[in-house]
Structures are given as C-alpha cells and as structure tokens.
Nanobody, 116 residues
Framework: VQLVESGGGLVQAGGSLRLSCTVS????????VGWYRQAPGKQRDLVAG????????NYADSVKGRFTISRDNAKDTTYLQMNSLKPEDTAVYYC??????????WGQGTLVTVSS
C-alpha cells in the first residue's frame, strides 16, 4: 500500500486549499484514513479522520467547522477541504492509512503555508 499526497501550497489567511491522498496497492485492506499535521518544533497531531466507507468522521477541535474530510472510494482518494485558513494552520500535512493487513502507512507529506 502506498499513499501519495498533493494539494499543498501557499495561501493567504482566509483562503482555501484542498489536499488529496490517493491510495494504491491493497486498498481493500484500508480501515481508516486520517490527515495529520506537524508544525516546526511541534508534535504531529490528528486533524481529521474518516472510515473507509466514509460513514464516520472526526475532527480536531481547532479545525471543526472549517475543514471537511471526505472520501471517493471509486478513486481510492481521501480529501481534506480546508477553508478559512489561519496562519496557525501552517504545517506539513500527512496522510495516514490504517490497514488491517499492513498496519500504519504514511504519505510523504505536503506543506501548507498560510500567510497573514
């Protein structure tokens, strides 16, 4: 199983970005997919998660109402729509898949920079 992320970049405060995480390989084994972020000097924290069927989602309190996680199973892709971005959202964003066959699989990360 491999994950490829895309969609990061530079945006002004108040703007929007959409991150994508495409899974390849044994996608049938994926149970959940999550987006995490890590700012410089800080730990990596969960931003949002979704079950493979898309029926259950969860969010960090800091992004509730601004970020939306969704999944397109036909494309094996999980999205993170980020609206009303703030400078404190600046971080490297990582996608992680939990597989019952292979455990945790991480993507390479994509940088999101929000300017004030």
């Amino acid at each position: 199983v491999q994950l490829v992320e895309s969609g990061g970049g530079l945006v002004q405060a108040g703007g929007s970005l959409r991150l994508s995480c495409t899974v390849s390989g044994s996608t049938f084994s994926i149970v959940t997919v999550g987006w995490y972020r890590q700012a410089p000097g800080k730990q990596r924290d969960l931003v949002a998660g979704i079950t493979s069927g898309g029926g259950v989602t969860n969010y960090a309190d800091s992004v509730k109402g601004r970020f939306t996680i969704s999944r397109d199973n036909a494309k094996d892709t999980t999205y993170l729509q980020m609206n009303s971005l703030k400078p404190e959202d600046t971080a490297v964003y990582y996608c992680k898949a939990d597989s019952y066959a292979f455990g945790e699989i991480w993507g390479q990360g994509t940088l999101v920079t929000v300017s004030s």
